[in-house]
T-cell receptor, first 115, second 114 residues
Framework: NAGVMQNPRHLVRRRGQEARLRCSPMKGHSHVYWYRQLPEEGLKFMVYLQKENIIDESGMPKERFSAEFPKEGPSILRIQQVVRGDSAAYFC?????????????FGPGTRLTVT | GNSVTQMEGPVTLSEEAFLTINCTYTATGYPSLFWYVQYPGEGLQLLLKATKADDKGSNKGFEATYRKETTSFHLEKGSVQVSDSAVYFCALKDPQGGSEKLVFGKGTKLTVNP
């Protein structure tokens, strides 16, 4: 059973460009979570999605960031007009049920560098 | 709001030394507690968890006990190995707070020398 897949693993963007990060959850998982890890910091929650629905976006910046998890295909985290402060590692996690102590399985992350 | 505070690193130990990484939490409800480990260049892996007071989570020689009275979940291992070198994150999930999100501490980098 393949784990959580993220691509690309490394992404370099110039200021003002768009970044699109993809996450394929584990087989059978319909709950996806995005976290951001800034240098020397722990992971910070961004958004929680189920298929076609955003459940909790309390950690998403109000502007430039959006996320989706369509019925078919991977979850996408989109950052428009990137700035240097967006440079970070972005991790996706997935779970089967999304409740209680259901374990979240993490992908290897996408390391975004904004030049 | 919910938060996790863990011992700042980095921590450097010799092989076979005893390890303790402190973790305390603040939560509105009755959270579940987790320790995750991140090896260089990789994502996080769940190391152990505990879901209620006095539960002890254990895995690969690591242990942590959920202490409600001291709001702590300290990670311990009796004899560390070089392969344990990684960053360790304490985290909580508080569904009664209305969310399934994990709240993480800042992480503690452990280096074990031969």
């Amino acid at each position: 059973n393949a784990g959580v897949m993220q691509n690309p693993r490394h992404l370099v963007r110039r200021r003002g460009q768009e970044a699109r990060l993809r996450c394929s959850p584990m087989k059978g998982h319909s709950h996806v979570y995005w976290y951001r890890q800034l240098p020397e910091e722990g992971l910070k929650f961004m958004v929680y999605l189920q298929k076609e629905n955003i459940i909790d976006e309390s950690g998403m910046p109000k502007e430039r960031f959006s996320a989706e998890f369509p019925k078919e295909g991977p979850s996408i985290l989109r950052i428009q007009q990137v700035v240097r402060g967006d440079s970070a590692a972005y991790f996706c996690a997935s779970s089967e049920y999304g409740t209680g102590v259901d374990e979240q399985y993490f992908g290897p992350g996408t390391r975004l560098t904004v030049t | 709001g919910n938060s996790v505070t863990q011992m700042e690193g980095p921590v450097t130990l010799s092989e076979e030394a005893f390890l303790t990484i402190n973790c305390t939490y603040t939560a509105t409800g009755y959270p579940s507690l987790f320790w995750y480990v991140q090896y260089p260049g990789e994502g996080l892996q769940l190391l152990l968890k505990a879901t209620k007071a006095d539960d002890k989570g254990s895995n690969k020689g690591f242990e942590a006990t959920y202490r409600k009275e001291t709001t702590s979940f300290h990670l311990e291992k009796g004899s560390v190995q070089v392969s344990d070198s990684a960053v360790y994150f304490c985290a909580l999930k508080d569904p009664q707070g209305g969310s399934e999100k994990l709240v993480f501490g800042k992480g503690t980098k452990l280096t074990v020398n031969p």
